[in-house]
Every structure is written in C-alpha cells, then in structure tokens.
C-alpha cells in the first residue's frame, strides 16, 4: 500500500472558470463555496467562475479563491474515495496553500482558515503597494549561482533575495522592482534558461513584507489552533510541528521568509512518502516534483 501524501498549491494558479464543475455537482463543494461568500462579504463562486481575470488575480482574491478551490477539489475526492482521504500520511503546500494544509489537518476551521487567509491576502495586498517591487523566476541555474548574481546585482539599501526554492534550477527571487529588473541581463549570461517577472503584487517572502506582519498576527492571536492529526511540512524550516503555538509564530513568519519547498518534498520523501496528490487549480507542484524526484508519482485533483 502505497504511503500517500497531498499537496495544496499556492498563488498563482488560479484562473477564471475553476471550480465551475465541483460547485454544480459536488454539493459539498458547493456548500463551502456558498459559507466561504457569507464570510467574505462577495460571490466567490462567481468571481471564480466568471473573472474578471483582473480582480481574481489581485493578492486579495486570489488567495481566499485557491483555498476554497483546493478545498472543494478535496470534497470531491472524499466523494470518490473516502478511503483514499482516511489514509492521507502527510501533508503540505506552497505558501497559502499551507493553510489549505493546516485546515485538512484539523488544526484549524473552514472558517477560521478562511477569515485567516482573507486577511493574509488583504495584508500582503496593502505592503505591496507601499513598494515598487516584485519577483523574478530564474530558472536553468544552481542555488549557488543564482545566490551569487543577487549579490552582484543588489545595492545597498536594497533588497533582493532568494524566495522560494522550488526545485533544482528553479528558484524564484524576490525584491525591489529595479534590482529584479537587473538580475535578468547577468542571468541570461550565466545561461539561465529563462527569466521571468512573476506576476504578482510585490515581493512576497522577503522583509518588504514586514508591515503584514502586524495585521496577520493580530488575526491568528484570535484563532484556536490544534495539533495536527498527521504531519504539516512547514514552508518555513520543512519540518513538522506539533505545537499550536509554534505553529502560529511560523506562520506569521512565513510571510517574511523563504518558501523551502524542494526541502519539504525532500522531507517526505525522506518519511517514506511515495505517491503524491496535487489537490486545487493548476499543476505546478507536479511538475516541481518531477523535477525533484522524476520517478515518484503524482496525481492531480483539480477543479
């Protein structure tokens, strides 16, 4: 019997149209969609359904969308097979997508998770607009040697650092717009395989989000916690956590750290973990897995 983990993804995947088919035939997807537009004050299965593209994509829509989704896509899973859902080792997700984790793991509510991440959204909205700034994805190139041309490139009083490490040669920078903006030219002379500005509000998992840090904190200080049922990957440290409290301080610190996501399926894999589930909107954290073990499988339940 294979040893099953699920995966949650983060901003970014999400696109107009997703969900469509759980909310009109999954009932209980449906009821989370319906509860999820109560408490954030807005038809989210509309806006997920018909866009705008625009307005789904801001930091403050976008991450209660996900949620909700990969939330809904796991309804649709219990549906299929309950077993399969009973039987889930481990979990974890990319940055939002670790609430989405922390929620299937019974440490915190629906509900709770949702009034987290709405607030989460609007705080990393509102620090982005103080900032010019944003992230790049350099991929084709080395932890080191990336780690290398931001030291080059950054000037004082400037930040600019590695992000998220997704998976070998592909690792995402985040910072000031203008010492992103010169990473590009020497990245491509290192033989980056490409660069790309992401499209995002700003420089998310690095200090330019500090002023987040108060909001998001105030928030989780109101929200009960438990101890996981199974084991949650911590995008922070990729260790687990058993310790309610120890798991609200890293998730206030997450938003100022890097995403350590090629250590976190490395962790798994290392736990014995071997097969995979992507649960939400897009394929992204399949094909980081490939990249990080080609021979694992992975399967998708998306909505």
Not at 111 to 124: K, S
Not at 239 to 251: A, G, V
Request: net charge negative; with cysteine.
């Amino acid at each position: 019997m294979s040893n099953v983990a699920f995966l949650f993804p983060g901003q970014g995947a999400q696109a107009v149209g997703m969900a469509g088919e759980l909310v009109a035939n999954v009932p209980a997807a449906k009821a989370l969609f319906d509860q999820a537009s109560e408490i954030l004050g807005y038809d989210l299965a509309k806006l997920c359904l018909s866009g705008p593209a625009e307005k789904l994509n801001t930091t403050d829509h976008s991450q209660p969308a996900i949620f909700v989704a990969s939330l809904a896509a796991l309804e649709a899973l219990k549906q299929e097979n309950s077993d399969l859902v009973e039987t889930c080792r481990a979990t974890a997700g990319l940055s939002l997508g670790e609430y989405t984790a922390l929620v299937f793991a019974g440490v915190m509510s629906f509900e709770d998770g949702l009034r987290v991440v709405q607030e989460r959204g609007l705080a990393m909205q509102a620090a982005a607009e103080l900032t010019e700034s944003g992230m790049v994805s350099v991929v084709g190139l080395d932890t080191e040697q990336v780690e290398t041309l931001v030291n080059q490139v950054r000037q004082e009083d400037e930040i600019l650092q590695l992000a998220n490490y997704l998976c070998p040669g592909n690792i995402v920078v985040s910072g000031h717009t203008a010492a992103c903006n010169r990473l590009e030219e020497p990245a491509n002379e290192a033989g980056a395989r490409m660069v790309m500005p992401l499209t995002v509000a700003g420089a998310f998992h690095t200090p330019l989000m500090q002023p987040a840090v108060a909001r998001l904190t105030a928030v989780l200080e109101n929200i009960p916690l438990q101890s996981p049922r199974i084991p949650v990957i911590s995008n922070v440290d990729a260790d687990t956590h058993s310790d309610p409290e120890e798991i609200r301080q890293l998730l206030v610190q997450q938003v100022v750290s890097p995403v350590r996501w090629d250590d976190s399926i490395n962790r798994l894999l290392a736990d014995g973990i071997d097969q995979f589930y992507e649960i939400g909107p897009g394929r992204v954290l399949r094909g980081l897995l490939k990249r990080i073990a080609s021979k694992v499988p992975c399967e998708n339940i998306s909505c």
